[in-house]
DNA sequence: GCTATCGTTCGAACCGGTTCGACGATCTCA
DNA sequence: TGAGATCGTCGAACCGGTTCGAACGATAGC
């Protein structure tokens, strides 16, 4: 491979003189520039990362710090990466993806190696232990999914509580009176993920704002358990005329569970879900839902990264921005039969 | 944050001795060692990626290309790259993940600049335009996916061709005559993925052979065009006592049409499909199919590349190795009324 | 007792970029 | 015409590791 001595050789100039014609941070005459260029072209010259690394410390890297949980939805978080991957690329940076189980540890090597100028968090949890680890590093992060604690910190996630109260107010504005809401199985509740709880307690206290007798459910996480569990759910609460879903796996199990009752949405049943847009388009579902698009969210968050990571001198105080969520009507809510 | 020159000035030795302790490439005198241990761990002390990468010409970074097609069913993608991650960290190995629509020129952008020490290709097409470039670089290079040419390249696939035949086969054996087969979207094929080109002709010649009249179609891509077009084909062959599914928004949207129409599998049809054990699994496919784990062709694939990587005196001849694919039976397929 | 050997350590060079200070040439203006 | 500013270029230092060759003292061999 050819290197910048090279290129400076071929030109019949310094090495500095080559640089500075490369970056045009000093003025250097057109002639010798364009000799320069010239080289670069002929010789193939690329700079090596490694040496630019070293000299300007900037890798010109993001890390972006996944993980894959057996209970969460899979494709969600590929849009999540998506985004991310996106918006770096267009601002000039590489994208460096973590799977590995153990998070804070994996996030310790990769800034303590400087191997990245910055980070994204996916998934972050109550009390991510990735926290502490990103606090210390001398590198910025920015969060998707909101922490019981974020000072110091971007976030940036849906606004799940509003999400709740949206599905509540949108059946109870119908005229439903009883209803029930299948949640995230319960050990994603345990193991720290706010959205659950996060919903959860607002649709409780709109519920109960609102008159509707809202019961609580917590979803299975892997079929067939999750039609058995739908299937229980509609004996245990014949009463209920809505039904309220935050749970990809249900939503997706829902069609041929009420198909096989007999059941129609809205006619027997109104039915409101939490998803994101693409997957009702994936599995072409039938039902209204709060959507949101998780690349969005992604996109934020390296915009702002790049923003601390390029201009570390503004202080800005740390933003935590909740996206607004949307109702999508898909015509599968409808006033209770009386 | 903390150097080697740091460490070595806390030991009390040289820089060199330093590197030494820590890399065991020199006998080092224990008391040393345990000194300069002692001075890496009360100053955090972690070697500098791009220091140490510019000295030794090695990254520990392994290149990725994805490439997100409208087309492509991205879960499966998701399955691919997690076997890849997983085991590029247990061999030492982080990932640079790379979704560039523009795939050649981003595979240009991280070789020539020394980012990676070598790449992973997924996704790849009949005549990938990726090729040329991997070829001209200095890097080694693993295909997810079987182009036209591989010669001087490892290649991972599944034998897609044998898929075909097993299909045919299974449905043919019990006694089927006529069946039609489902593919993916036309312009994937003209796209140049070679994998529904192998699968459609193996499975033409083998009904040819087995006295089975195969009808071939061209599935749709976005619902609800997909749900439309299989209900259009069971109007257009009533004769069909089969159906050969390669095409997962085919094999999800099934369960339904078939509802929709009263029909059952294998009672009134039967059904074999060609998909991930994981796509059957998330959508609880009741459908027997020829099973393949994506994930494994990644962790293939990685394995290979490594061994190219740190071995590359050994010329090995390059591998193609096209994985077997398996029917696990779902009892969706049964011998044809007569 | 002298030399050969070995184990341990050090200094210096190198990887390939960037950047600072200096320097000569040209230009400006008094 | 000479002082000072400006422009373009160069040499050298630096980033933080690794590695080669040499030097050192201690031990072994004769």
Redesign the pocket.
């Given at each position: 491979?050819a290197?910048?001595?090279d290129v400076a050789k071929a030109a019949g100039?310094?090495?500095?003189?080559a640089?500075?014609a490369?970056?045009g941070?000093?003025?250097?005459?057109p002639?010798?520039v364009r000799k320069v260029m010239a080289a670069v072209e002929s010789l193939g010259y690329a700079?090596?990362a490694g040496?630019?690394a070293?000299?300007?410390s900037q890798t010109m890297v993001i890390g972006l710090l996944v993980q894959f949980l057996q209970d969460e939805f899979a494709p969600a978080m590929l849009q999540y990466m998506l985004g991310v991957s996106d918006v770096a690329r267009e601002l000039g940076y590489d994208i460096l993806m973590v799977t590995e189980p153990d998070g804070a540890k994996a996030l310790k090597r990769i800034t303590d190696q400087r191997m990245v100028d910055g980070v994204v968090l996916l998934n972050v949890a109550d009390d991510d232990d990735r926290l502490p680890v990103l606090r210390a590093a001398q590198q910025p992060g920015a969060l998707v999914g909101l922490p019981l604690d974020c000072t110091g910190l971007d976030v940036f996630d849906l606004d799940f509580a509003e999400a709740g109260r949206m599905m509540v107010d949108h059946l109870a504005g119908l005229g439903h009176r009883e209803a029930v809401l299948v949640l995230q199985p319960e050990h994603v509740l345990q193991r720290g993920a706010g959205y659950v709880r996060r919903l959860r307690d607002a649709a409780v206290a709109e519920a109960a704002l609102r008159g509707l007798a809202l019961h609580i459910e917590y979803g299975e996480a892997q079929q067939p358990a999750v039609g058995a569990h739908l299937v229980d759910l509609l004996d245990r609460y014949p009463q209920a005329t809505g039904l309220l879903l935050h749970n990809e796996a249900a939503a997706a199990a829902l069609p041929s569970v009420l198909h096989a009752r007999g059941l129609q949405a809205p006619r027997d049943l109104s039915v409101v879900g939490r998803y994101s847009d693409e997957f009702a388009r994936t599995f072409s579902l039938p039902y209204s839902s709060i959507e949101s698009a998780p690349d969005r969210l992604g996109r934020l968050a390296v915009r702002q990264l790049v923003r601390r990571i390029e201009g570390p001198a503004l202080q800005e105080p740390y933003v935590a921005r909740l996206l607004q969520p949307e109702l999508v009507d898909r015509g599968s809510t409808a006033a209770p039969l009386a």
């Amino acid at each position: 491979m050819a290197t910048i001595g090279d290129v400076a050789k071929a030109a019949g100039v310094s090495r500095s003189t080559a640089s500075y014609a490369l970056s045009g941070k000093r003025s250097i005459s057109p002639e010798v520039v364009r000799k320069v260029m010239a080289a670069v072209e002929s010789l193939g010259y690329a700079p090596n990362a490694g040496a630019r690394a070293l000299a300007t410390s900037q890798t010109m890297v993001i890390g972006l710090l996944v993980q894959f949980l057996q209970d969460e939805f899979a494709p969600a978080m590929l849009q999540y990466m998506l985004g991310v991957s996106d918006v770096a690329r267009e601002l000039g940076y590489d994208i460096l993806m973590v799977t590995e189980p153990d998070g804070a540890k994996a996030l310790k090597r990769i800034t303590d190696q400087r191997m990245v100028d910055g980070v994204v968090l996916l998934n972050v949890a109550d009390d991510d232990d990735r926290l502490p680890v990103l606090r210390a590093a001398q590198q910025p992060g920015a969060l998707v999914g909101l922490p019981l604690d974020c000072t110091g910190l971007d976030v940036f996630d849906l606004d799940f509580a509003e999400a709740g109260r949206m599905m509540v107010d949108h059946l109870a504005g119908l005229g439903h009176r009883e209803a029930v809401l299948v949640l995230q199985p319960e050990h994603v509740l345990q193991r720290g993920a706010g959205y659950v709880r996060r919903l959860r307690d607002a649709a409780v206290a709109e519920a109960a704002l609102r008159g509707l007798a809202l019961h609580i459910e917590y979803g299975e996480a892997q079929q067939p358990a999750v039609g058995a569990h739908l299937v229980d759910l509609l004996d245990r609460y014949p009463q209920a005329t809505g039904l309220l879903l935050h749970n990809e796996a249900a939503a997706a199990a829902l069609p041929s569970v009420l198909h096989a009752r007999g059941l129609q949405a809205p006619r027997d049943l109104s039915v409101v879900g939490r998803y994101s847009d693409e997957f009702a388009r994936t599995f072409s579902l039938p039902y209204s839902s709060i959507e949101s698009a998780p690349d969005r969210l992604g996109r934020l968050a390296v915009r702002q990264l790049v923003r601390r990571i390029e201009g570390p001198a503004l202080q800005e105080p740390y933003v935590a921005r909740l996206l607004q969520p949307e109702l999508v009507d898909r015509g599968s809510t409808a006033a209770p039969l009386a």
